[in-house]
Antibody
Framework: EVQLVESGGGLEKPGRSLRLSCTASGFSFGDYSLSWVRQAPGKGLEWVGFIRSKAYRETVEYAASVKGRFSISRDDFKSIVYLEMNGLKTEDTAVYYC?????????????WGQGTLVTVS | AIRMTQSPSSLSASTGDRVNITCRASQRISSYLAWYQKKPGEAPKVLIYGASTLQNGVPSRFSGSESGTDFTLSISCLQSEDFATYYCQQYYSYPLTFGGGTKVEI
């Protein structure tokens, strides 16, 4: 069974940093691209960014709203993907979901974690 | 960025109804569109990808169609478990973008 479990959320002050982790199981982690999507309170879903697999040199893409502040990395040995968030802003307050990019290579998300809440205040 | 405009933003329906939700892309995205269902406190779940391909395990009462830059999610016979918020997402180009969501209420 595919599972994605996020951790590391919490309350942080503006300008500070926070690192989220997403631990995966139930699939061949190294073969997949992984992504982060967030949902601010009462708002819709917003894509944050993703990291491709080693086969695609672990290249990353980011949304404009986080580019230069957020960084995604992965550890294929531990089956963990990270979201390093620097220079936090109040508008970064959201539930952050880790998700798996479909194996076809088309960038929709076939499995999601339960999310972790980040509050910037 | 490609803008995805969903309509309506909310709708009221009853069990057994047929429901249609529309998503309009601001430019051509071919068939690179997915639909997700989101319930409060739960992770989103993909229903349809490629505009009309049903994800494994999703009931056949869900279907998707496209006409140019307009995409429709249909639920043929609404069940109690279908009351949720639905989002479209384009994966034609970066940044990946979602529609604003459609809340289906009783």
């Amino acid at each position: 069974e595919v599972q994605l479990v996020e951790s590391g959320g919490g309350l942080e002050k503006p300008g500070r940093s926070l690192r989220l982790s997403c631990t995966a199981s139930g699939f061949s982690f190294g073969d997949y691209s992984l992504s982060w999507v967030r949902q601010a309170p009462g708002k819709g879903l917003e894509w944050v960014g993703f990291i491709r697999s080693k086969a695609y040199r672990e290249t990353v893409e980011y949304a404009a709203s986080v580019k230069g502040r957020f960084s995604i990395s992965r550890d294929d040995f531990k089956s963990i993907v990270y979201l390093e968030m620097n220079g936090l802003k109040t508008e970064d307050t959201a539930v952050y979901y880790c998700n798996r990019v479909n194996s076809s290579g088309w960038y929709f998300f076939d499995y999601w974690g339960q999310g972790t809440l980040v509050t910037v205040s | 960025a490609i803008r995805m405009t969903q309509s309506p933003s909310s709708l009221s329906a009853s069990t057994g109804d047929r429901v249609n939700i529309t998503c309009r892309a601001s430019q051509r995205i071919s068939s690179y569109l997915a639909w997700y269902q989101k319930k409060p406190g739960e992770a989103p779940k993909v229903l349809i990808y490629g505009a009309s391909t049903l994800q494994n395990g999703v009931p056949s009462r869900f279907s998707g169609s496209e006409s140019g830059t307009d995409f429709t999610l249909s639920i043929s016979c609404l069940q109690s478990e279908d009351f949720a918020t639905y989002y479209c997402q384009q994966y034609y180009s970066y940044p990946l973008t979602f529609g604003g969501g459609t809340k289906v209420e009783i």
